[in-house]
């Protein structure tokens, strides 16, 4: 029997996300796996007010995730420095369950130079913290994200691949993505 993989990611929000999403499902096919993705999720939310309508939605998405024997995390940052909030928050939902958890990024560049970039130099404080131009402390550990993010880099096991791709395809490379289902595969084959 296979197993089921959630697949999260911003990659929900491009205009192609149905094709993506297809895609994706085809390579985890190809590994072994069945892909689970938020569109599997057949509902009619156009008459709901808006909080009900994402009310639906989540709890369609936590039924998925209960469902899937681990997850799959593009965690390329999103609207920001990071990655997105919806795909950071479904990862620890899946970790909560105790359940196998992955992700990538088609951005390999720092938290700390992606700060840097987007609000200008960062300094050195005299008690020794990185700090950016307002003088909030900055989380400097090397990692790709925030450390809650980035320890997925630093289990014994690395459950993370960084994959780095032109600013243009950067959320719909399926790279990373790839690279990942075939660690997957073989770091699955355990259980």
């Known amino acids: 029997m296979r197993k089921l993989i959630y697949m999260a990611g911003p ?21 072994g796996f069945e892909g689970l993705h938020p569109f599997d999720n057949e509902l009619e939310t156009s008459q709901l007010q808006p909080h009900l309508a994402a009310k639906k939605i989540a709890e369609e998405n936590f039924k998925l ?3 899937a024997d681990a997850i799959i995390a593009n965690l390329t940052p999103f609207r920001g420095i990071s990655a997105d909030v919806g795909t950071a928050f479904e ?4 970790i909560g369950m105790n359940k196998p958890a992955y992700g990538y ?5 720092t938290y700390a130079q992606r700060l ?3 609000e200008g130099p960062l300094f050195m404080s005299p008690d020794g913290n990185l700090r950016d ?5 900055v989380e400097n550990f090397d990692l790709f994200d925030n450390l809650m993010l980035g320890i997925l880099a630093l289990q014994s096991t690395p459950r993370l691949i ?13 790279q990373g993505f790839e690279r990942t289902l075939s ?4 770091d699955l084959a355990l259980y």
């Open 105 to 109: 990024s088609n951005a390999s560049s």
């Open 162 to 174: 960084l994959n780095s791709t032109s600013e243009d395809g950067i959320y719909s490379c399926l």
């Open 11 to 31: 990659d929900v929000f491009l205009p192609n996300a149905r094709e993506i999403a297809e895609k994706k499902k085809s390579l985890a096919l190809l590994y």
């Open 116 to 118: 840097q970039a987007l």
């Open 133 to 137: 131009t307002q003088g909030m402390s």
């Open 91 to 94: 990862l620890g939902f899946m």
């Open 65 to 67: 995730m209960r469902q």
């Open 183 to 186: 660690f997957m595969a073989s």
